[in-house]
T-cell receptor, first 112, second 112 residues
Framework: SQQGEEDPQALSIQEGENATMNCSYK?????LQWYRQNSGRGLVHLIL?????REKHSGRLRVTLDTSKKSSSLLITASRAADTASYFC????????????FGEGTQLTVNP | DAGITQSPRYKITETGRQVTLMCHQT?????MFWYRQDLGHGLRLIYY???????DKGEVPDGYVVSRSKTENFPLTLESATRSQTSVYFC???????????FGPGTRLLVL
């Protein structure tokens, strides 16, 4: 089964609103990453947060990590139509070797 | 242009045929990965490689073969294509173990 699971599966908001996506995972991790995938394209790395970090920012992105709850959230502030994409979390898992395990993603639609 | 490329971008083949998907990266990254992406399954790891001549199975390796004679290339071969291998295939590379992965644009494969 997938290590990371995103919630919700789909999210539709208006431009200017904030979007929050959540990721839950099952085993201990060293780091957790978020990726974006525009329709028909490859995944693009957004941000990496390590297990000893609780919050990280990058531009309009804010990621939090709660290792006690095995969960992470990705907040996109002041969303734009160009943020429309699928967002995936990926976890390494302490026993996963060199791999990352991806969730099934949240499809975000930002309406102009 | 530097980066990670995949070829072909689109491929139609018939059941039973051998197909090879190519992946090339210009960064000299040690780690390379092959994923398949299907609706309802997210991104699943097929094979990965930690260095030239070192490969290992991922989550769904059956029916696939990989090789890595040079650091920059990581071809994926479907020995005898089946309809269930119809998918979008992504190659990725990473400089460090369990860190940021850089994805190619994908190959859309249809097996008739």
């Amino acid at each position: 089964s997938q290590q990371g699971e995103e919630d919700p599966q789909a999210l539709s908001i208006q431009e200017g609103e904030n979007a929050t996506m959540n990721c839950s995972y099952k085993t201990s991790i060293n780091n957790l990453q978020w990726y974006r995938q525009n329709s028909g394209r490859g995944l693009v790395h957004l941000i990496l947060i390590r297990s000893n970090e609780r919050e990280k920012h990058s531009g309009r992105l804010r990621v939090t990590l709660d290792t006690s709850k095995k969960s992470s959230s990705l907040l996109i502030t002041a969303s734009r139509a160009a943020d429309t994409a699928s967002y995936f979390c990926a976890t390494d898992g302490e026993t996963s070797g060199s791999r990352l395990t991806f969730g099934e993603g949240t499809q975000l639609t930002v309406n102009p | 242009d530097a980066g990670i490329t995949q070829s072909p971008r689109y491929k139609i083949t018939e059941t039973g045929r051998q197909v090879t998907l190519m992946c090339h990266q210009t960064w000299s990254h040690s780690y390379m990965f092959w994923y398949r992406q299907d609706l309802g399954h997210g991104l699943r790891l097929i094979y990965y490689s930690a260095a030239a001549d070192i490969t290992d199975k991922g989550e769904v390796p059956d029916g696939y073969v990989v090789s890595r004679s040079k650091t920059e290339n990581f071809p994926l071969t479907l020995e005898s294509a089946t309809r269930s291998q119809t998918s979008v295939y992504f190659c990725a590379s990473s400089e460090l173990r369990r860190e940021t992965q850089y994805f190619g644009p994908g190959t859309r494969l249809l097996v008739l």
